[in-house]
């Protein structure tokens, strides 16, 4: 596979990957999702919030991956029915998965032993007054530079998927739809951070 073809499948893997296989791969994106926010002791408490918690069973982040994924999928799919009567639920759940493997590497790169180490000592620094002497070294301020940048491409990598997916699904283009879909999916957010279905 050239850089190119790589590229174009990154931006767009809806085009030219069967649906077949995109469900397996949002199907892996979310049991690997799972498993970290086991080992990681992270929750996903909303479409695009992940926040460390205490240590839960297994099952726990499972169900949580539902509650997101059912939810942002229902909504999904009645707005797309609303616009266009022939659209099929296997392709919205296929964009909202297909989606949700973003934050499968926000985790990777955020919330790692190895970052959150070095976050807990800026926060200590920060919580003892240090603030205008704060003892960073230029590697650590790179890395978390980095992951700020990343952080904040990532939340644009997931909206730019589910955009791409959501407007196959309802077979348009219109820049409406994009707004429209970037809206529902904040509000959705905001709704599960508020009533907090994770117990």
Not at 109 to 114: I, K
Not at 159 to 167: A, D, I, T
């Amino acid at each position: 596979m050239s850089s190119r073809e790589f590229v174009s499948i990154m931006l767009n893997p809806f085009e030219d990957t069967t649906s077949r296989k995109l469900l397996i791969y949002g199907v892996l994106g979310f049991i690997v999702m799972s498993l970290l926010g086991y080992f990681f002791h992270f929750i996903n408490n909303g479409i695009i919030q992940l926040h460390f918690s205490h240590p839960r069973p297994y099952w726990k982040y499972i169900v949580y991956g539902l509650i997101n994924s059912g939810s942002l999928t229902v909504l999904m799919f009645a707005y797309a029915k609303f616009n266009y009567s022939k659209t099929r639920l296997l392709d919205v759940l296929i964009s909202v998965l297909i989606a949700q493997c973003v934050l499968v590497f926000i985790a990777l790169f955020l919330l790692n032993p190895f970052l959150t180490g070095i976050m807990e000592e800026l926060t200590a620094e920060i919580e003892k007054g240090n603030i205008n002497k704060l003892n960073i070294s230029p590697v650590n301020l790179g890395i978390i530079t980095l992951a700020g940048i990343f952080s904040i491409f990532s939340i644009y990598y997931f909206f730019h998927l589910l955009v791409r997916g959501m407007k196959i699904a309802i077979n348009s283009n219109k820049l409406f739809h994009t707004i429209a879909i970037v809206l529902l999916t904040l509000v959705l957010d905001v709704i599960l951070n508020v009533l907090n279905p994770y117990f």
